[in-house]
């Protein structure tokens, strides 16, 4: 798929705060983040991430390697607008790549490689991660997991069918009439979607997602779904030990499973074997897991005695009801109005938190409370040792960007969202498309964040969001209160502007 570029996406879990969040939540060491430090992204696309973690940590210096030459171009251009002097790309082959061209690594992540590569990469990326991830070191892998990605695999092999002749090429006009033809058929009830309801949801959504993306989910020459024991015993040969998987959301859906099968889970005292029966129970269709250089380590309690919490938004501005990932938080049940309202005016320690007597909970529930709103984004964790001072002051028009969000608005995609990143909290935004025109207009300095100014901006990007009825003015002024009530807040209490 050398000859359709990956999407310029950028990954929040792959980033060095939300692993050292996920290390500490489960109990583990991680690389320290206080000093500079080393990360390598093997596969790293257009270079957006390691580019996000290069703007967030001026002191580390960051890699990305990648086999296709135009990836590695566009990485090095961003790279350069947003005035980077610590990110190196390089267009490398990892079969036959000398690990020696790197220093010793505090941080190898690969984010859509592993299930998708032949053999000979797989251990040229092996090789490297056991020459250059320093004792200690973290390695991040993401990849298609079984049992759920046997429906994806249907979907890929239909899609394929489905091509004319199974040619790749065209694939702008050829693969979303694949697309619509399996969406004609799950809409009228074919029995495969209905036994299916992963593909179902897929082929369901498929029209609002990037054809770069499902080329290169589907249609990659190389497509194997692994468990993850298959994983965690490859790795073992590299000095790896599992550790974590890294999606939190992970950790609160097994919680919900019914009684009966957690009991029964619990029967299974191997951590990897326990993993590969949640996957069976929760019908898993992607793994993203936490790797550690050592031969074994104890897993303690909660090390979180060196995070703050802040709040994303103003305490007004946090919805009733708030959801991400499957997890539905209501954000009125005790003790989070008490958690909420103590956060309200200051970023608080882990340690302060848990000595707050009013909220009636200790501090292991106190940290499962934390982890859930932190899935939701009410709540952030902050980089270690750090304190977020709240801006009182609102966002003046005019106001400039960090240099990464300033390129990342530069080369946006009209139609899509825009991820920033919030240097005071370690992590990214997505920005959705509507609110992308809304801030620029806000920014702008030569308009105002009205109807007519929303209209200069839209019409500078050829982009509509209102149609043409006659309530355009009216749904233009709602989208703009709630911009200002909602995310104008946000992006302030993130600190993402200078």
């Known amino acids: 798929m050398l000859d359709v570029p990956y999407p310029d996406f950028l990954c929040g879990l792959q980033l060095p705060e939300h692993l050292k969040y996920v290390c500490s939540v489960a109990g583990l060491p991680s690389p320290d983040l206080s000093g500079g430090f080393t990360y390598c992204d093997l596969g790293c696309g257009q270079g957006r991430t390691a580019s996000a973690i290069a703007a967030l940590h001026p002191d580390a210096q960051v890699w990305g390697l990648d086999l296709s030459v135009d990836h590695i171009l566009a990485a090095r251009a961003f790279a350069e607008r947003a005035t980077l002097k610590n990110a190196i790309f390089m267009a490398v082959d990892l079969a036959n790549f000398d690990p020696l061209s790197l220093p010793p690594l505090d941080f190898i992540s690969m984010h859509g490689v592993w299930a998708w590569v032949p053999e000979q990469v797989r251990e040229g990326i092996l090789n490297l991660v056991t020459q250059r991830l320093k004792p200690g070191g973290l390695c991040y892998v993401s990849y298609n997991a079984m049992p759920g990605a046997v ?23 050829l693969l979303p009439q694949a697309l619509n033809q399996l969406r004609s058929l799950s809409q009228a009830d074919g ?23 499902m080329a290169h989910e589907y249609l990659a020459d190389k497509w ?6 298959q994983v965690a015993d490859t790795m073992r040969g590299a000095g790896l030990t599992w550790a974590s998987s890294c999606i939190l959301a992970h950790r609160l859906h097994a919680e919900g499973l019914p009684p009966q099968l957690l009991q029964e889970i619990d029967r299974e005292k191997d951590r990897i074997r326990r993993e590969v029966l949640f996957d069976i129970c929760l019908n898993r269709q992607f793994r993203a897991d936490i790797f550690l250089k050592a031969d074994d380590f104890t897993t303690k309690e909660r090390m979180l005695e060196n995070f703050h919490f802040a709040l994303t938004t103003t305490r007004q501005a946090v919805p009733q009801r708030a959801v991400s990932e499957g997890i539905e938080i209501d954000t009125g049940l005790a003790p989070i109005p008490l958690i909420l309202d103590a956060l309200a005016d200051e970023s608080l320690s882990f340690m302060q938190l848990s000595k707050k007597a009013s909220f009636g909970i200790d501090a292991a529930d106190l940290a499962e409370v ?3 709103l932190v899935v939701v984004d009410v709540i952030r964790p902050l980089p270690t040792g750090s304190i977020v001072n709240y801006a009182k002051k609102p966002i003046s028009p005019g106001a400039d960007l960090h240099p990464f969000n300033k390129a990342a608005l530069a080369t946006k995609h009209p139609g899509q969202p825009v991820t920033m990143i919030a240097p005071a909290f370690g992590g990214i935004v997505s920005i959705p498309p509507l609110d992308v025109a809304l801030l620029e207009t806000h920014l702008a300095k030569d308009r105002f964040l009205d109807v007519s100014g929303l209209y200069a901006t839209l019409a500078e990007s050829g982009m509509s969001f209102f149609g043409s009825s006659n309530d355009m003015a009216k ?13 104008l807040p946000k992006l302030q209490r993130l600190g993402m502007l200078n």
């Not at 495969?192 to 609002?208: G, L, N, W």
């Not at 749904?475 to 995310?487: D, G, N, P, V, Y």
């Open 151 to 173: 429906s994806l695999g249907a979907i890929r092999r239909m899609c394929l069918d489905l091509l004319e002749d199974g040619q790749t090429e065209n694939l702008g006009v």
């Open 370 to 372: 934390l982890m859930a």
């Open 224 to 229: 194997e779904p692994m468990s993850i024991k």
């Open 475 to 487: 749904k233009a002024q709602s989208a703009i209160a709630r911009f200002k009530l909602e995310t």
């Open 191 to 213: 029995l495969f979607f209905q036994k299916h309801p992963v593909a179902e949801q897929v082929i369901a959504t498929a029209d609002k997602a990037d054809l770069r993306y």
